[in-house]
């Protein structure tokens, strides 16, 4: 019979192999599921020479092509490489010009793919769980799916192969074969998760995790723990091996049995229970598989996007002067984005319109986070000091896919609806802040892309979400300090675009602040952490705040300025038409970039000043701090004087609104934090700290802003409240001119080395031996914690007090006092005995004349 039925599968392959969804496939799947149902048939397929085609030239997509059951795992309606695409075409059958079609067609065409594919999912799975059963089957098919798994690794890159590699559609229909082979064991309150063994990572020689970083732990200490736990290594350098272990079928009960034809490095490996190694299997399929498919279907969304907005571009340009060139240009991108709207609908239809896909998928990554919590002692806050190396050698991915799911499942209409979130929640409030347990900055950002996604939003209507931030034990003790850390953290993420990532997580991390400040339990925690970090995290917090606040909206304001040079350079119809075709392209663009930038800049800027203004109404101490008080000053100040400064008018648009430049609320909010700061400032070091300002400080500005706020009807008790502040900072200023008058002229080694003004607490730096003003320096190591003078590592602890030197300081001050007071004594003494003589009188006499003139 073997012979037959040998052939028999080449057929079935054959009739398969160009296959769309919309193709035959269901007969032949059918066909090969009863042969396989008799043992002979079962033993036949997998001891076929296609069952894992060998050769010198074996890649991922050669396996689709080649093996028995590739070209099955191949029918699909996602988009392929020309030569290898099913047919009918998918797209240009069901979503051909899909503008112009009834949204019922489109609800069919989405129904009908949807159903064909379960089809396939449901007829795959069946003929793998049948092999499974069966003992003498069941390793190769273990083996099959191994192979599979390692000969696409390279779909795990941003830009994959296509010849090289397998389809997206055989791995999303792996992908949702293995979910449906893990069914038995997925409920993670379940005991069945104890046979997943974190030793499989390590030890396991089927998969290949070599290669996949760690979550913390560095390839040397990977090989450090595993030479600890296991000194003996296989012969012939083959993987470290761990005692055979006792080992089940979720099927049958069963232990797997080894095949004879096994290589020898495979007879030799430990068998994991079957639970385990579906788990690691399935983990890594859908890294390949449906989470690879997600990050194609988002790069093909914004593909249509920027070809949407060229095509915007382009249409203006032939408006404004036509040619031939730009026709061609205009029905170029009509035809791609024809093309990538195809396949964007093919994509919702396999995978977005299937519910029970996405439910799967999120079962197992529940799964997975408390599998993975497990390793560490299970939901428990705070986390253990170090941490354990079977957690921190986990891949990165495992963590990284839960996140993408949850992102995309959470942007999909009713996709979270009946999902049990507070596993998922758990597990981000405990990770997103600790770089001791995942080290890649950008992965715990995710966490906060997450948490964005299920924020309930201002609207004022219930969501299913909020209870997991207004009535979730960890959310309410741990989310605001940890997202308070997270905005520290993510300053310095290693990566060369670091100064530009931040502003987007750091975007994120603040609409879930704003919304959390209006929870009482949440304000009443950040109010908590603003006392007792007063000097810690919560003072970096404020300062890379302030940081990002003048930076943003400083490049905005200047970008503005360069819109305004291409307006009028555009405006000039008749010498602009004159100028190149593609200088006018060039410019044209430039225009539209300079407007996204001004646009996203000034947005961030706006949340950043937003937050200020919110937060000090309640917190206002650590604003005063000495290292802090005059940075927060200058930062105000500067904002004042580019609002109602002499240069404000420059700065004027057509429609600010469209830069989400709103001046008049921008004005409020700064004047609101210089009062609530105001009213904190019980020592009145505030005023002082305003005026020190060199760059940016004019008392006429307190004025003008006043005025403008009069005219925009801002509440009298603020303006008259900032009037105040206004005038104290004015005699500030006056008393602070008297005094530096007084002083005179300074002994350099007084002055502080970095802003040369008279220090008044010195402290010595361990490494460079220099001494600086403690404020100074403080306010520098918020921002770096390094010595500025040789960049070796300084924190604020490591500062030595030169007592010495401040008493000589302060004795230099007293001094000059004393010398300022005998002057001012030796002048009244002076001038009272010039009033008692004859030519005194005659003074006085003309003094008194000169008033009444």
């Known amino acids: 019979m073997e012979p037959i039925l040998k052939q028999l599968y080449e057929d079935l392959r054959g009739i398969v192999l160009k296959c769309s969804a919309l193709g035959n496939f269901q007969q032949p799947l059918r066909a090969l599921m009863y042969l396989i149902s008799f043992p002979v048939g079962a033993r036949a397929l997998v001891n076929h020479q296609w069952w894992i085609p060998k050769g010198a030239y074996l890649n991922g997509r050669v396996i689709e092509m080649t093996s028995i059951l590739g070209p099955f795992f191949h ?55 049948s092999l499974l059963k069966n003992t003498s089957t069941r390793e190769n098919v273990l083996q099959y799916i191994a192979e599979v798994i390692n000969k696409n690794a390279s779909r795990a890159h941003i830009q994959v192969d296509p010849i090289s590699s397998a389809s997206s559609g055989m791995f999303v229909n792996l992908s949702a074969v293995m979910l449906r082979l893990c069914e038995p064991f997925l409920d993670a309150n379940s005991s069945k998760k104890d046979k997943i063994d974190p030793k499989y990572v390590f030890y396991g020689s089927r998969l290949d995790f070599k290669e996949l970083t760690a979550l913390h732990a560095s390839s040397e200490e990977v090989s450090e723990w595993l030479n600890k736990n296991n000194p003996t290594s296989a012969s012939g350098g083959e993987n470290m091996l761990l005692d055979s272990q006792e080992t089940t079928s979720s099927g049958s009960g069963t232990g797997l049995l080894q095949n004879n034809n096994m290589a020898s490095s495979q007879r030799d490996s430990t068998n ?8 690691f299997m399935t983990a890594r399929v859908l890294n390949l598989g449906l989470l690879k498919a997600f990050s194609d279907f ?52 396999q995978i977005l319109r299937d519910g029970g896909l996405l439910q799967q998928a999120l079962s197992f990554y529940q799964l997975m986070v408390v599998w993975l919590v497990g390793r560490i002692g299970g939901f428990k806050m705070p986390l253990p000091q170090s941490c354990p190396l079977e957690f921190a050698c986990m891949p990165e991915h495992f963590v990284e896919d839960v996140m993408e799911l949850l992102i995309f499942a959470s942007r999909i209409p009713r996709a979270l609806d009946g999902v049990k979130l507070d596993d998922f929640m758990n597990f981000i409030i405990m990770f997103m802040a600790s770089p001791e347990y995942i080290r890649n900055p950008y992965l715990r950002a995710k966490m906060v892309e997450v948490l964005n996604c299920w924020m309930p939003r201002r609207s004022g209507s219930s969501s299913v979400t909020s209870s997991l931030f207004e009535g979730h034990q960890l959310s309410v003790q741990y989310l605001v300090k940890n997202l308070l850390k997270l905005y520290v953290d993510i300053e310095f993420t290693g990566s060369h675009t670091q100064f530009y990532d931040k502003f987007n997580i750091r975007h994120n991390i603040a609409e879930l602040l704003e919304y959390l400040w209006q929870v009482p339990v949440h304000q009443n925690a950040w109010k908590q952490i603003a006392k007792e970090e007063e000097k810690g995290v919560y003072l970096n917090f404020l300062n890379f705040l302030i940081n990002d606040s003048i930076f943003l909206l400083d490049e905005s304001l200047n970008k503005i300025l360069e819109l305004k040079e291409l307006e009028a350079e555009m405006s000039n119809t008749a010498e602009w038409e004159q100028r190149p075709a593609q200088e006018r392209q060039e410019r044209t663009r430039l225009f539209h970039s300079q407007e996204n930038i001004i646009r996203i800049d000034m947005k961030l800027a706006m949340e950043d000043v937003s937050m200020l203004a919110f937060t000090t109404e309640q917190i206002t101490a650590p604003f005063l701090l000495p290292e802090m008080v005059e940075r927060v000053a200058s930062m105000l100040n500067y904002f004042l004087l580019q609002l109602v400064g002499p240069q404000r008018k420059s700065l004027s648009l057509k429609d600010p609104e469209k830069y989400e430049f709103r001046p008049k609320q921008l004005l409020k909010q700064i004047v609101n934090i210089y009062v609530h700061l105001a009213r904190g400032d019980n020592e009145d070091i505030f005023p002082a700290a305003i005026t020190k300002d060199g760059r940016s400080y004019n008392d006429q500005l307190f004025t003008e802003a006043a005025n403008v706020l009069r005219r925009i009807g801002e509440d009298p008790r603020i303006i008259q409240a900032f009037d105040d502040l206004g005038k104290k900072a004015k005699a500030a200023a006056s008393e602070a001119l008297d005094a530096e008058a007084i002083l005179g002229d300074i002994p350099d080694e007084f002055l502080d080395p970095i802003q040369y003004t008279l220090m008044k607490d010195p402290v010595i730096l361990p490494s460079s031996r220099i001494i600086v003003d403690r404020p100074v320096i403080q306010r520098h190591l918020l921002s770096d914690a390094t010595d500025p003078f040789n960049r070796s590592h300084l924190t604020p602890d490591m500062l030595i007090p030169d007592t010495e030197l401040k008493q000589k300081i302060e004795e230099f001050v007293r001094s000059q006092q004393r010398k300022q007071q005998n002057e001012e004594m030796s002048m009244q003494s002076s001038s009272k005995s010039s009033i008692q003589s004859p030519d005194g009188f005659l003074f006085l006499k003309l003094v008194k004349f000169q008033i009444i003139l």
């Not at 899909?98 to 449901?122: C, E, G, Q």
């Not at 060139?325 to 024809?338: F, G, N, P, W």
Request: hydrophobic letters at 35%; proline letters at 4%.
């Open 75 to 129: 029918v699909s309606a996602l988009p392929d490489q020309t030569i290898f695409k099913g047919q009918p075409d998918v797209g240009q059958q069901c979503f051909s010009e899909s503008s112009t079609r009834r949204p019922a067609d489109l609800l069919s065409s989405f129904t009908t793919i949807k159903t064909v594919m379960n089809n396939l999912y449901d007829g795959l799975a069946e003929i793998l769980r």
């Open 272 to 279: 994991y229970s079957f639970i385990c190694e579906c788990f």
């Open 298 to 349: 988002k790069h093909l969304v914004q593909d249509i996007s920027r070809c949407e907005d060229s095509l915007s571009t382009l249409k203006t340009m032939q408006e404004q002067a036509p040619s031939p060139r730009l026709v061609q240009d205009i029905a170029r991108l009509e035809k791609e984005i024809e093309a990538f709207t195809q396949e964007k609908l093919c994509y919702e239809a």
